[in-house]
């Protein structure tokens, strides 16, 4: 049978916890598990390891998880906080380009903002080498024998992308999913899942939509992610039902496939 695992290699939101110059309980707080880089993950199975998102703090994560190499990479959107760690992938690199899967309008958005990757530029400038490609919300992609597929969601008033990955689903920025992706996310096994706060918010999910969703989706089991300082990782144990957890960073998830 084969096995997945899935790192949580960052589980915060768009400016990371602690907050530079904030001094509120969570970004004081002494509990390591409150310390979250920028939302990103790992997910390994039948010698394959391919990345979600490339955050800001993509190398600390990489040293952290001991990644050494990569198969591919996926994105779910261009806002900063999952794309500019990409220039960390020279390390990854040197020998060939790696294989960069996006939306059209994130991949796009990648050409514009990184676009002295695809110049010549003087010898010695060492650039990350990234082979990219665009996928149709309808496409999935071989790498090896896993099978990655597009999960469409809605970000705001934006059209992302979450990942699937045999029985493992990861959506991080979204505060709807259309009716159709519900199809695409039956019999998992695991859901990472986006829960930004307790309070509302216009483009992310809230812990008790979160829920929400979980309940629709009933994966076996349920991690939160992409979590601001306004929620601690304790409040959030209390609050998961279940079956549902709190991410943190470094976690390591297994299932059989």
Known sequence: MIQYQITLLGTGTSIGIPVPGCRCRVCR?????NRRSRSSALIESSGKRILIDTSPEFRLQALAAGIDSLDAVFWTH??????????????LTWKKPLPGYASKETADEIVTRFDYLWKNTQRGGAKAKVDLKSLAPDESIDIGPLKVIPIPVIHGNQSVYGWRCGPVAYI???SEIPEESYALLEDLKILVVGALRFKAHSTHFTVERALKEIKKIRPERAYLTHISHEVSHRQLVRATPSAVYPGRDGLRLRTPG
């Open 29 to 33: 707080s002494k509990d390591r598990r």
């Open 78 to 91: 261009g806002h900063a906080d999952h794309l500019h760690g990409l220039d960390d992938l020279r390390a």
């Open 172 to 174: 991080t920025d979204a």
